[in-house]
């Protein structure tokens, strides 16, 4: 029934064959979440026609709640809830439920759909992106400076990875994309030398937002997260307000894995906003909802694939419905 986890990554798209705009973020999501079978309650309501709502229904949907990775706190809010109200006889049909359904996950939801502002008075806006290995930091930091840009924002790029061969060059090429700068110094630098450096050249030139990449690095690797304190401490001695924004880059396709990263790079640097890759390649969606109930991390961004279009802000309803895998709303 979940055996749809991506075995094969797609091959990034070229920058001009983004894909169409046409169905929406989530409508794409929907479609490949869909490919995958992936839906909370698909199957439900087969075995279901003439039959009430009873306790083996609600231990079958938090059993797919919990594979679905919605985790156990939240699992258990939207189960107490439905039984209350079944046994108060205001859900008897499967239609009914799956409403009710709906709306809890929205009420967890909505707190933590909250997009990223950017405050025009701290010019430039820091904005310092972190997370674990490969999971989506440098892409997410290319498809959001194309997003500032088309707002009619000046962004510059500071390459702050200067530890995995290449991660340069990765930033560069976006940068070039988008037709940013990106600050770099040689492999090996201090990663805080550089992001401060690159922040000195932001506010020489008026730069409206900067954005720092930095290497991959397990939450458990103490020393690696001492390295982002200190690019942290560097940016304050500039400017005691930055960075403004701490971005954790989380791969939603590591379910669980996810939730205990996003609780260690909290509680060591603050984190202010989420953004949530490859919710394309997971049946494991129900982990924002894990997210929004055990951190209320503002989420700032999803990714739902490679290409730029598949990069956005996140909506509340859309998500539920591609988790629900209904129909979209007419
Ligand atoms: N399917 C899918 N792939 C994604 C998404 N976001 C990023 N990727 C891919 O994930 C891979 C890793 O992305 P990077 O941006 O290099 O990840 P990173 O966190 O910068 O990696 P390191 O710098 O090595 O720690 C690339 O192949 C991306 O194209 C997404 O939303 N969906
Ligand atoms: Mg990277």
Redesign the pocket.
């Known amino acids: 029934m979940f055996e749809f986890l991506?075995k094969t990554?797609?091959p990034?798209a070229p920058p001009q064959a983004d894909a169409p705009q046409a169905r929406g973020l989530f409508g794409r999501l929907r479609a490949r979440l869909g490919e995958r079978a992936a839906s909370l309650v698909r199957g439900l309501g087969d075995w279901l026609p003439g039959r009430r709502i009873d306790a083996e229904l609600l231990d079958e949907l938090e059993l797919r709640l919990l594979t679905a990775d919605v985790g156990i706190p939240a699992t258990e809010r939207i189960l107490e809830d439905l039984r209350r109200r079944v046994a108060r006889q205001e859900l008897d049909d499967l239609e009914a439920l799956l409403a009710a359904l709906r709306r809890s996950l929205t009420d967890i939801l909505a707190p933590v759909a909250r997009p990223l502002v950017i405050d025009a008075s701290r010019r430039p806006f820091v904005t310092l992106v972190v997370?674990?290995?490969?999971?989506?930091?440098?892409?997410?930091i290319g498809k959001l400076a194309k997003r500032l840009k088309d707002e009619g924002r000046s962004v510059m790029l500071a390459a702050g990875?200067t530890f995995?061969a290449a991660?340069v060059e990765?930033l560069t090429v976006w940068g070039e994309r988008n037709d940013v700068p990106v600050m770099s110094q040689a492999p090996g630098a201090d990663p805080a030398a550089v992001i401060f450096e690159a922040l000195a050249a932001a506010r020489a030139r008026g730069v409206d937002v900067l954005i720092a990449?930095t290497?991959?690095r397990l939450q458990n690797q103490s020393h690696l997260m001492d390295e982002l304190k200190k690019v942290k401490r560097v940016l304050a001695r500039q400017d005691p307000s930055a960075p403004h924004e701490v971005l954790l880059?989380l791969d939603a396709s590591q379910g669980q894995n996810a939730l205990t990263q996003a609780k260690a790079f909290h509680e060591a640097l603050g984190v202010t906003g989420l953004v949530l890759?490859?919710?394309?390649?997971t049946a494991k969606g129900g982990i924002v909802v894990a997210i929004a109930t055990e951190l209320g991390i503002p989420l700032r961004f999803v990714?739902?694939?490679?290409a730029i279009a598949?990069?956005g802000e996140f909506d509340v309803e859309d998500f539920v419905t591609a988790l629900l895998a209904a129909p979209p709303p007419a």
């Open positions: 991506k990554p797609a990034p997370g674990v290995n490969g999971s989506g930091k440098t892409t997410s990875d995995r991660a990765q990449d290497a991959g880059v890759t490859k919710l394309d390649g990714g739902v694939g490679e598949d990069f």
